[in-house]
């Protein structure tokens, strides 16, 4: 139920009017009916009837009616059967059903009577060799059902480590996913053997994690449980404009021509973040890689036409090959949030905690963009799902035309939920069709439940325990961002401030340590001219000395004219940048009053930065060499010489810093050097040296570097780390620092683009 132009809507509400119409070739079933928590069971993992069309290809009709056989098969006695996988061979084409049994035999006596109750287009096409058993287990589908029952409910529960769960039905197991970056609900022995297990992304086998069940009170399942580790996520969005992530309920442009609504932030097998949506939004219905944007049809949301900023590109699009009407827009920024309140705007968003399915009188709740945030309750309708064309659910507030309907067309794709007591929501269908051109206040929505399966996809889960306490703090650009940091370490002022150019990192990055030990804060400034907002700051710090890192291509001499106007001047300048190091260290260091220095390299930014804070925790200065020569430069040595430094802390691996260099000082010096696979892993490694619980901890880009170089000074003063991490989300070192440090409240440095908001929400890295 995309919104498309003027040219395409008359076709399209003639599908939609079809679309709400059960088909007479509806699946018959059995003489037993079937158990409807079984059928429900079954469609959590996709199982479910499909119809023969009779235009169909031969081998889509073959495939559709496998897949009837299979849901029937296991509906008609789930105490004998245990599970009924699809069979394919090497090019993917199903060719039979592999069922394991729970009471031998049961499969062969149960297949004459199930294939007989199909309808006849089905029944054409298989018979009872199409069945094989391949094995007897101690468990039914029954006894599996009732399992995932109760796991579900753990997932959903607050505050739990549960972050999935599923059903194998190759291995007639549950598969549980264990949050990996938050071990604070599972007792120390569980949490060791949570280090140990497979991660839901790598494809490796998954293992039986028992202490870790009894730990969580699901040890007594009464089935197998295979338990991988998994990431818990949290993020935010906006409606109108959501460029720092994409969740449940935002207007999305397919093509630039066809308008409809997003459903919910998932991630696919191979850990990439995505948004779902309904398949039938392409053009043409079912269709992989068209870009999607941000934005709505002129006409849908009072002439606004969204931003048109890049969302991603549709891939796994289901509905032609599965039946199954989704698809998934790969994007950088998705997050397991959705919108409420009126439609185009929205009012509130909430986080999205696992997956439900509605019961026979059940009240559910659509959010599409058009027409914004509803409710209806199945009324006069049979529990279940039915065969459109594809497999879609309905539920009629009404049976008479009203106009207020339910959806309409801009809402398709967007969240179908149930509200939980704590505030948060479960996902449980994308919306697919509307009854609005035939009068029938009514809305259809895929599944969600079937839609991760046929995508491969797995909800994003939002688990509270995981989330850090962030602020932030950030002007409107790098200068400005630099006196809010002073604002903040200094409230009182300071006597002594150093200023560095903003331009370039290098002299700012050994005045960090030097400023720290001074109990001095670092403002950046222009080349040429003094920003505003750090002359507002000087003036309010009051110090008595501005000490000016760096020679006049850094800060030129008219603006250490217009310093003077407010402190005495001392400049620190050298012939380059490792004279200039040098000549910091020998200022706020006296002579014989260190024994360690740290050194990193001057020609990139991340090791010196992250080793600031940490430097100033050992009273120690950091010094910049040229790692690509075979030693410190002369300046530096010296410096050494006078400090006294007989240790030495090589920030980063080569080619960073070279061994040569290294060598060298090994020759009279005591040398360490810490180094990670990446910027992020070394920062982590380099402030293992805070182990008491920190205050706070800071967090800035690891890709731009004019936020952080004030915040070392600060940081250093404060004896708290500072740490690096991605633009739009939190690295895997970081997570675990701020666990081991306590979870401590986090600063983040910078604005949007340094740090986005799903940055401040805390969301993960994969």
Do not use: K
């Amino acid at each position: 139920m995309p919104f498309r132009p003027l040219a395409s809507i008359v076709g399209a509400l003639a599908l939609v009017g079809g679309l709400l119409v059960a088909p007479t070739t509806a699946s018959a079933a059995p003489a037993a009916a079937p158990d409807a928590s079984v059928v429900q069971c079954l469609a959590r993992s996709a199982i479910v009837p499909v119809a023969v069309e009779p235009e169909t290809t031969p081998e889509v009709g073959r495939t559709a009616a496998l897949r009837s056989l299979q849901q029937a098969l296991l509906a008609a006695d789930p105490d004998a059967l245990a599970s009924a996988q699809l069979r394919q061979d090497a090019e993917g084409d199903v060719v039979g059903i592999d069922v394991l049994e729970a009471v031998a035999g049961s499969a062969a006596a149960l297949v004459p009577a199930v294939i007989a109750g199909l309808p006849a287009e089905a029944q054409a096409l298989v018979s009872s060799a199409d069945v094989t058993a391949v094995g007897t287990v101690d468990r039914s589908l029954r006894a599996l059902c009732e399992g995932f029952d109760r796991a579900l409910a753990a997932a959903t529960g607050s505050g739990d480590a549960i972050v999935s769960a599923a059903i194998d039905h190759e291995r007639a197991a549950l598969r549980l996913g264990v949050d990996r970056l938050d071990a604070s609900a599972i007792a120390p022995t569980a949490a060791r053997e949570l280090d140990g297990l497979p991660t839901a992304a790598s494809g490796d086998e998954p293992a039986r994690a028992e202490t870790l069940l009894e730990t969580m009170g699901l040890a007594d399942l009464g089935v197998p449980v295979d338990v991988v580790a998994d990431v818990a996520d949290e993020a935010a969005a906006s409606r109108l404009d959501d460029r720092d992530g994409h969740g449940g309920g935002i207007g999305i442009l397919v093509g630039g021509t066809v308008a409809c609504s997003s459903g919910f932030g998932v991630r696919l097998d191979d850990g990439s973040p995505a948004i779902m949506s309904a398949g039938h939004c392409a053009a043409p219905d079912g269709a992989n890689g068209q870009s999607v944007t941000h934005g709505f049809a002129a006409s849908l949301c009072g002439g606004y036409a969204g931003n048109g900023a890049r969302i991603g590109t549709i891939s796994h699009n289901q509905l032609q090959w599965s039946y199954v009407d989704s698809m998934v827009v790969r994007t950088q920024f998705a997050t397991p949030t959705m919108w409420l309140g009126a439609g185009c705007t929205g009012s509130r968003e909430v986080a999205v905690e696992g997956i439900g399915v509605i019961a026979g009188s059940g009240s559910v709740g659509f959010s599409g963009v058009r027409h914004g945030e509803r409710y209806a309750t199945r009324t006069n309708e049979p529990v279940g799902c039915y065969d459109f064309g594809f497999l879609a659910c309905a539920v009629y507030r009404s049976m008479s035309a009203s106009p207020d309907y339910v959806c309409e067309p801009g809402d398709s794709g967007g969240p179908v939920f149930q509200h939980r007591g704590d505030g948060t929501v479960r996902a449980v269908g994308l919306i697919t069709a509307t009854g609005a051109p035939i009068g029938i206040n009514r809305c259809s929505y895929t599944d969600v439940a079937t839609a991760l399966w046929a995508t491969g996809a797995s909800m994003m889960t939002r688990t509270p325990s995981t989330v850090a306490d962030t602020s932030r703090i950030a002007g409107d650009d790098r200068y400005a961002t630099s006196a809010e940091i002073a604002r903040a370490g200094y409230p009182n002022g300071a006597g002594r401030v150093f200023i560095a150019g903003g331009e370039g990192f290098a002299d700012a990055l050994s005045a960090g340590a030097a400023a720290a030990r001074l109990r001095a804060p670092l403002l950046l400034t222009q080349r040429d001219a003094l920003p505003t907002p750090v002359r507002a700051e000087l003036v309010r710090l009051r110090p008595t000395q501005i000490v000016v890192v760096g020679s006049t291509p850094s800060v030129s001499a008219a603006v250490e004219r217009q310093l003077a106007d407010i402190a005495p001047v001392t400049r620190l300048g050298g012939a380059n940048r490792f004279e200039t190091s040098a000549m910091i260290a020998q200022f706020a260091f006296p002579a014989g009053s260190t024994s360690n220095a740290f050194i990193a390299t001057g020609r990139n930014f991340p090791d010196a930065l992250s080793a600031g804070p940490v430097a100033a925790l050992r009273g120690a200065p950091v010094l910049l060499v040229d790692g690509t020569s075979g030693s410190v430069h002369a300046s530096g040595l010296a410096v050494m010489q006078r400090l006294g430094v007989r240790r030495v802390t090589v920030i980063g691996g080569e080619p960073s810093v070279s061994e040569a260099l290294v060598d060298s000082l090994r020759a009279t010096r005591t040398v360490e050097r810490i180094a990670g696979a990446n910027r992020y892993q070394t920062a982590a490694l380099v402030n293992a040296a805070f182990g008491a619980t920190p205050s706070r901890m800071y967090l800035a880009s690891g890709e731009r570097f004019p936020d952080a170089l004030a915040a070392s000074a600060v940081a250093g003063a404060q004896r708290v780390p500072l740490y690096l991490t991605g633009a739009s989300c939190v690295v895997p070192e970081v997570q675990a620092e701020h666990v081991r440090l306590g979870a401590p409240p986090v600063v983040l440095l910078g604005g949007f683009p340094s740090l986005r908001g799903a940055v401040l929400e805390w969301a993960p890295c994969v």
